[in-house]
């Protein structure tokens, strides 16, 4: 009988199956989707064409680009009976994720096993749920304040749109910010709700099922409910002199840095250079206090832990970023979701294709009755 590999705490470093989607250097400090520099993209295409790309593997032409967001809008409308159990079950207190897991299962009433489908069926799956999403979004969020959901419309730009419906306001500048946040988050390697995800998908199961896995994993705060915690610790410091005993204090407790650290890059994280630069272009009071607070926590750490360099991750700007823009820290995990349910559906599709189940062992340490 052959003893399974005993795996690290976490799956750190295991390689658990190909993918041509995209990869993480963490050692580097950079990532890419399908060979194409992430964060150039991100400053560089609009979400359509880097959506097109993660999807198909390629970047579209302008004519192609064009009939892409064409497609892309015209699925961005909710349909009515979903938007029906969304007035019926959104109330002052619910967030708009825990919303979304309704209106997917709603969504997913008649929905296949993606292993039955044909290939344009899958894609076309995929392509129906990444971009409802954000209409599903924007409407949780103004039913929970009492607000009329917003159509979606049809000409707009993924991301622009996604603003618009979710404030009421049409702004070209905190558009193309936003976009530039979304375009970086699209997909990130083997992060936890993207595996979830896979797994799923590799049982064939239908593709709702494989987005509420992988929902359930982003829901936690070490994952995707982080951007929030990490601006209320903005909050918690305030002027940035404070932050040294408040870094202090937390090392003393051993508590989490929220915002600083990665489980992957062991450099800056390209992803905050990024949006760093971004939100300097808005030269405001927040934007000021962030910058100085990096650079007072990065020293901190060094000081009291040397040799733990810790850097700021993509969540530490990124509830900045999306405060300038108009967005509450309720739609700071949702406006990831914008982004990376467009990962999740390209790693959905790729692993249908496989057609092998994940099935891994475990090592039993519990008592032997035997």
């Known amino acids: 009988m052959t003893t399974p590999l005993i795996a690290p705490a976490g799956l750190k470093n295991v390689i658990v199956t190909d993918t041509a989607i995209g990869d993480v250097h963490g050692e580097e400090g950079y990532f890419h989707y399908r060979g194409h520099d992430a964060t150039r993209l991100a400053a560089e295409v ?21 009939a892409f967001a064409r497609r892309v809008g015209a699925r961005r409308v909710l ?3 979903v938007l029906d159990v969304l007035r019926a079950t959104v109330g002052p207190d619910t967030e708009p994720m825990h919303a979304l897991r309704v209106a997917l299962a709603a969504l997913g009433l008649d929905d296949r096993p993606l292993m039955d489908l044909a290939e344009d069926e899958r894609t076309e799956a ?5 971009a409802v999403t954000p209409t599903i979004l924007a409407a949780a969020h103004r039913l929970a304040r009492g607000q009329r959901p917003l159509d979606a419309d049809l000409t707009a730009g993924h991301a622009a749109d996604y603003l ?16 530039t946040y979304l375009v970086a988050t699209i997909d990130h390697g083997f992060n936890a709700s993207t595996f979830a995800g896979r797994v799923i998908a590799s049982t064939g199961s239908d ?9 359930g994993a982003f829901l936690g705060p070490l994952h995707g409910g982080a951007p929030s915690r990490a601006l209320a610790a903005l909050d918690e410091i305030g002027d940035p002199s404070n932050t040294r005993a408040w870094v202090r204090g937390k090392i003393a407790r051993d508590e989490k840095i929220m915002g600083f650290g990665h489980a992957v890059y062991r450099t800056h994280d390209p992803r905050s250079e990024l949006l760093k630069e971004v939100v300097t272009g808005f030269d405001s009071p927040l934007v000021r206090q962030a910058r100085a607070v990096e650079a007072e926590i990065e020293a901190g750490i060094n000081e009291l832990k040397p040799g733990r360099r810790l850097y700021a991750n993509v969540e530490f700007y990124a509830g900045v970023l999306m405060t300038e823009v108009g967005l509450p820290p309720s739609m700071f ?12 559906t390209a790693n959905v599709l790729e692993q249908v294709r496989q057609g092998k189940i994940i099935r891994p062992s475990a090592r039993y340490i519990g008592e032997n009755l035997q």
């Open 46 to 66: 609009t979400f359509e064409d880097a959506w097109h790309l993660v999807l198909f593997g390629s970047l579209p032409g302008l004519s192609d680009g064009a």
């Open 79 to 81: 349909p009515g009976g």
């Open 126 to 130: 995929a392509l129906q749920y990444a």
């Open 164 to 179: 618009r419906m979710a404030t009421g306001i049409a702004d070209a500048d905190a558009a193309a910010a936003l976009q």
């Open 207 to 215: 593709i709702s099922s494989c987005l509420l896995g992988a929902l």
């Open 333 to 344: 995990t949702p406006t990831f979701g914008v982004a990376r349910v467009v990962g999740w």
